[in-house]
């Protein structure tokens, strides 16, 4: 069972460039979230997805942007990365409202310079 | 609006050894709380969570958690740690669990390092 799997695990990019991290789950889950975490600050919340064609802002938002095509893919891009965008990112779903339990990715983990 | 803090940024604890993790909370309505763990190179997993009912609650790998609404606390417990154990806990408040946008707020994390 492979849950929920980010790619790629890491990447470097150079201020300005784009980029797009894939998350795909394989277990029917309606609910996807996109989290970064940085030192210091725990997990805030990016954009999020309560099903197939929908997506929404989350914490932290700004300089990012989602896709949610097919139920089971959640793309995160960044159009124009920043420094400031250097963190660890977490991939997450859900199954349904009345399911609490978050499935979390391994991570990407991305340096901008 | 909601808020976690884990006091502790960092605990090291000797094998066998009992642990404890404290985390607070701040809400203005009724929360539902739980706590992550995070092994190395790991995405985070569930270990625990109070919804509602008893105020002990036992998760997985033998921890239990107890909700406090006097002290605003769910400090994260186990009687006896293994090297296993090492990795980040995340404490995390909701005040809607029964929706797919509500907000999930996580605590910054507590290091537990187990010494041999």
């Known amino acids: 069972n492979a849950g929920v799997t980010q790619t790629p695990k890491f990447r470097v990019l150079k201020t300005g460039q784009s980029m797009t991290l894939l998350c795909a789950q394989d277990?029917?889950?309606?609910?996807m979230y996109w989290y970064r975490q940085d030192p210091g600050m725990g997990l805030r919340l990016i954009h999020y997805s309560v099903g197939e064609g929908t997506t929404a802002k989350g914490e932290v938002p700004d300089g990012y942007n989602v896709s949610r095509l097919k139920k089971q893919n959640f793309l995160l891009g960044l159009e124009s990365a920043a420094p400031s965008q250097t963190s660890v990112y977490f991939c997450?779903?859900?199954?349904?409202?009345?399911?609490?339990?978050?499935?979390f990715g391994s991570g990407t983990q991305l340096s901008v310079l | 609006a909601q808020s976690v803090t884990q006091l502790d940024s960092q605990v090291p604890v000797f094998e066998e050894a009992p642990v404890e993790l404290r985390c607070n909370y701040s809400s203005s309505v009724s929360v539902y709380l739980f706590w992550y763990v995070q092994y190395p190179n790991q995405g985070l997993q569930l270990l625990l969570k109070y919804l509602s009912g008893s105020t002990l609650v036992k998760g997985i790998n033998g921890f239990e958690a107890e909700f406090n609404k006097s002290q605003t606390s769910f400090h994260l417990r186990k009687p006896s740690v293994h090297i296993s154990d090492t990795a980040e806990y995340f404490c995390a408040v909701s005040d809607q669990p029964h929706f797919g946008n509500e907000k999930l707020t996580f605590g910054t994390g507590t290091r537990l390092t187990i010494i041999p």
């Open positions: 277990m029917n889950h309606e609910y």
């Open positions: 997450a779903s859900r199954k349904t409202v009345a399911n609490e339990k978050l499935f």
